[in-house]
């Protein structure tokens, strides 16, 4: 499961781990607020052993604000490090966290030597395929990594200047992991949103794993997918709207307990356009929705969705 930005609560963590995931990393967490004790960061920190393996995802710069926010993570017991270098936003980038390291693969290997040195756990890298469309560098920063002691990387098939417009390149994902040489696994990452693309992104790079990020929002059921195919060459069905409704359900609740009813359900309520999408929502309904305040005013909209799919059924 991807460290998405705003869709990476514990709940939904938990939901993806039943459902298959391999395992999850944190929303990416800024030294800083660390090392200041930031009561959004140190809530969002909070994680439960069912998680597991669960990795605290860190922006890296320099290493004086890099060891501090290690060693106070360090007690909090989570299975790995992993330090983000592909962040492409651009008030990150403009202030060397990010993508902006792709541009000195010197300075990556460095940093990943000293947080190695520095926790008892593996230290994994998260990259993209360079910073500028012309210097593609993560084959350069991904053996450095490695040789520094990175126990693992995921690159994100694109630059980081190409933003989320350019297409996914699976042969720039595939030239790290020529780099790699076999030496760590490598998850590739980028577009991956149901069976057929992850079974794509597995051919046609060569990587070992895959990251999935917005094709697991409101559909858990992807990790148990793919998983299943790889094992037994099977499809599964697709899950029916009552247990997606139930799962729904669950997470709303497990959001509530971590944010409150008011501001959890404005968290989860946007979750409803991923977890009901396939059941073809119009937009009229698609708009109540979006006015909904509370989860008794959710509800009749989707005991809607249901009678109209037990209609179709009869």
């Given at each position: 499961?991807?460290?998405?930005m705003?869709?990476?609560?514990?709940?939904?963590?938990r939901i993806?781990?039943?459902?298959?995931?391999?395992?999850?990393?944190?929303?990416?967490v800024?030294?800083e607020?660390?090392?200041?004790?930031?009561?959004n960061v140190?809530?969002?920190?909070?994680?439960?052993d069912?998680?597991?393996?669960?990795?605290?995802?860190?922006?890296?710069?320099?290493?004086?604000?890099?060891?501090?926010?290690?060693?106070?993570?360090a007690?909090?017991g989570?299975?790995?490090?992993?330090?983000?270098?592909?962040?492409?936003?651009?008030?990150?980038?403009?202030?060397?966290w990010?993508?902006a390291?792709?541009k000195?693969?010197?300075k990556?290997?460095?940093?990943?030597a000293?947080s190695?040195?520095?926790v008892?756990?593996?230290?994994t890298v998260?990259?993209r395929?360079g910073y500028?469309?012309?210097?593609?560098?993560?084959?350069?920063?991904v053996?450095?990594?490695?040789?520094?002691?990175?126990?693992?990387v995921c690159v994100?098939?694109?630059?980081?200047?190409?933003?989320y417009?350019?297409?996914n390149?699976l042969?720039?994902?595939?030239?790290?992991?020529?780099?790699?040489?076999?030496?760590?696994?490598?998850?590739?990452?980028?577009?991956?949103?149901?069976?057929?693309?992850?079974?794509?992104?597995?051919?046609?790079?060569?990587?070992?794993?895959?990251?999935?990020g917005r094709?697991?929002?409101?559909?858990?059921?992807?990790?148990?997918?793919?998983?299943?195919?790889?094992?037994?060459?099977?499809?599964l069905?697709?899950?029916?709207?009552?247990?997606?409704?139930?799962l729904?359900?669950e997470?709303m609740?497990?959001v509530a307990?971590?944010f409150?009813?008011r501001?959890?359900?404005?968290?989860?309520?946007?979750y409803?356009?991923?977890?009901?999408?396939?059941?073809?929502l119009?937009?009229?309904?698609?708009?109540?929705?979006?006015?909904?305040?509370?989860r008794?005013?959710l509800?009749?909209?989707l005991?809607?969705?249901?009678?109209?799919?037990?209609?179709?059924?009869s």
């Amino acid at each position: 499961m991807a460290p998405m930005m705003g869709y990476n609560e514990a709940p939904l963590r938990r939901i993806c781990r039943r459902y298959g995931s391999g395992l999850a990393v944190t929303e990416m967490v800024k030294p800083e607020k660390l090392l200041r004790g930031d009561p959004n960061v140190l809530r969002d920190l909070e994680f439960a052993d069912e998680e597991r393996p669960l990795g605290v995802q860190i922006a890296v710069r320099e290493e004086e604000e890099l060891l501090p926010a290690l060693e106070l993570l360090a007690p909090r017991g989570f299975d790995f490090v992993d330090l983000n270098m592909g962040c492409p936003l651009k008030k990150e980038c403009n202030k060397g966290w990010g993508a902006a390291l792709l541009k000195d693969p010197a300075k990556v290997a460095r940093l990943v030597a000293a947080s190695v040195a520095a926790v008892d756990v593996p230290v994994t890298v998260k990259v993209r395929t360079g910073y500028e469309l012309e210097e593609r560098t993560a084959p350069e920063v991904v053996e450095g990594a490695i040789e520094a002691g990175a126990a693992l990387v995921c690159v994100h098939g694109r630059t980081k200047m190409g933003w989320y417009r350019e297409e996914n390149d699976l042969s720039a994902i595939a030239d790290v992991v020529a780099a790699a040489r076999g030496r760590v696994p490598v998850i590739g990452n980028g577009d991956v949103v149901d069976l057929d693309t992850a079974l794509a992104m597995f051919e046609q790079t060569g990587c070992d794993a895959v990251m999935i990020g917005r094709g697991a929002v409101g559909n858990p059921w992807v990790f148990r997918e793919v998983d299943h195919y790889l094992r037994c060459g099977e499809r599964l069905e697709r899950p029916d709207f009552a247990t997606v409704r139930e799962l729904f359900e669950e997470h709303m609740e497990g959001v509530a307990e971590i944010f409150g009813e008011r501001k959890g359900f404005r968290q989860v309520r946007r979750y409803a356009f991923y977890y009901f999408g396939r059941f073809g929502l119009d937009n009229a309904w698609r708009a109540r929705a979006a006015q909904a305040k509370t989860r008794a005013e959710l509800a009749p909209l989707l005991d809607e969705i249901e009678r109209g799919q037990l209609s179709a059924a009869s």
